[in-house]
T-cell receptor, first 113, second 110 residues
Framework: DGGITQSPKYLFRKEGQNVTLSCEQN?????MYWYRQDPGQGLRLIYY???????QKGDIAEGYSVSREKKESFPLTVTSAQKNPTAFYLC????????????FGEGSRLTVL | EDQVTQSPEALRLQEGESSSLNCSYTVSGLRGLFWYRQDPGKGPEFLFT???AGEEKEKERLKATLTKKESFLHITAPKPEDSATYLCAVRDTGFQKLVFGTGTRLLVSP
């Protein structure tokens, strides 16, 4: 079945540690995205990538980094510079960056202890 | 700045009790309005795209409509399995990214 796989589903981290969230898609989509979801707030864009080896900052990129070395993969690293990293992280993909029809993964919940 | 406001924040319905969710938006030029459904602890699932005022889309018990300032998601004779958070998002002509509203939490009781 085609889809987007995020891992891990739950992750705990100590303050000061970097953590990497995995996102893999087998939909052959060109564009991929990372969003953050907090209670009472809309989805906020962290980074997006339109094609392999290219990515752009979203609205809240500070303290995060990404890479897009393969079409299928778009990992997100939450660094120790992110002031408030506890959140629900969602990865998505679309056929291109010109559509609003996104396919989302199941999400990764990060808790900083 | 693009803005999306959804109301109400939460809505409780009895099974079979029809209602509507509202999504008001402010953009310089609309390049699409999108509805998503999100179940607790899961990622959003795409429902509809609307591009121009007067356009309507239907899927089972859901119908989405669009005016120049807002969109409605009408739910006809809802069932408990329709319980979810419904998200609205817009794309501006000048930007590629989506702007999401905070969603409406719908609970349908048997």
């Amino acid at each position: 079945d085609g889809g987007i796989t995020q891992s891990p589903k739950y992750l705990f981290r100590k303050e000061g540690q970097n953590v990497t969230l995995s996102c893999e898609q087998n939909l052959n989509h060109d564009a991929m995205y990372w969003y953050r979801q907090d209670p009472g707030q809309g989805l906020r864009l962290i980074y997006y990538s339109q094609i392999v080896n290219d990515f752009q900052k979203g609205d809240i990129a500070e303290g995060y980094s990404v890479s897009r070395e393969k079409k299928e993969s778009f990992p997100l690293t939450v660094t120790s510079a992110q002031k408030n990293p506890t959140a629900f992280y969602l990865c998505a993909s679309s056929t291109s960056a010109n559509t609003g029809e996104l396919f989302f993964g199941e999400g990764s919940r990060l808790t900083v202890l | 700045e693009d803005q999306v406001t959804q109301s109400p924040e939460a809505l409780r319905l009895q099974e079979g009790e029809s209602s509507s969710l509202n999504c008001s938006y402010t953009v310089s030029g609309l390049r699409g309005l999108f509805w998503y459904r999100q179940d607790p602890g899961k990622g959003p699932e795409f429902l509809f795209t609307l591009y121009s005022a007067g356009e309507e889309k239907e899927k089972e018990r859901l119908k989405a409509t669009l005016t120049k300032k807002e969109s409605f998601l009408h739910i006809t004779a809802p069932k408990p399995e329709d319980s979810a958070t419904y998200l609205c998002a817009v794309r501006d002509t000048g930007f590629q990214k989506l702007v999401f509203g905070t969603g409406t939490r719908l609970l349908v009781s048997p």
